[in-house]
């Protein structure tokens, strides 16, 4: 009996192969920077900065670091984040979000998970609260010109630290 299957598997195969243009890659997926989206973050941020009632700063990040996204959404608790999110010369991702929400309210929406202090890091001249996020990934959160900050992804600490040294000396766009 399988040597009467077996020829129809490969059969099935090669014609998925052929049609569909699989691949078969043990290492997991590949994935390729160049292909994701780009955003103009700073035209994103300024339009942001309009619909919310918090000062939005546009941070100055290395080069090499591309804008993927932006969005602006409304948590739960009624209050808004703006959100931005950077490809890093390494192909790791970064997102800062912005909002003047309560802070447990802020990073458990940004974190998926009930806020757990981990300790604290230094840097941009400020003082970040690190909290446990999603895929074992870590969130900086600190006030800052009347707003929270919050950096998360799967950076880096030294891209986590420079997105931080961006955000310390970046301006309000409003």
């Known amino acids: ?28 997926p ?10 103009d973050a700073a035209a994103e941020l300024r339009r942001a900065a ?4 918090f000062p939005v700063v546009d941070p100055e990040v290395p080069a090499g670091w591309r804008a993927n ?8 608790s ?7 999110g950077w490809l890093t010369g390494t192909g790791h991702y970064l997102r800062l979000a912005q909002s003047d929400a309560a802070e447990e309210d802020f990073v458990a929406a940004e974190t998926q998970q009930s ?26 959160v600190t006030p800052h010109n009347g707003a929270l900050l919050l950096i998360t992804g799967d950076g880096t600490e030294q891209e986590f630290r420079a997105l931080a040294e961006a955000v310390g000396s970046a301006q309000p766009v409003r």
């Not at 129809?8 to 997991?28: D, E, H, K, R, Y």
């Open 69 to 76: 996204s932006a969005n602006v959404e409304t948590l739960a």
């Open 1 to 28: 009996m399988i040597f009467a299957i077996l020829p129809m598997v490969l059969i099935a195969l090669g014609m998925a192969g052929l049609f569909t243009q699989c691949s078969f890659n043990p290492g997991g």
């Open 115 to 140: 806020p757990h202090g981990l300790g604290t890091v230094e840097a941009g001249g400020l003082e970040w609260i690190v909290y446990a996020s999603v895929r074992d990934e870590q969130a900086w």
């Open 50 to 53: 309009d619909r919310v009632d």
């Open 78 to 84: 009624q209050h808004r984040v703006v959100r931005t």
């Open 30 to 39: 590949a994935i390729n920077p160049e292909t994701a989206p780009t955003v």
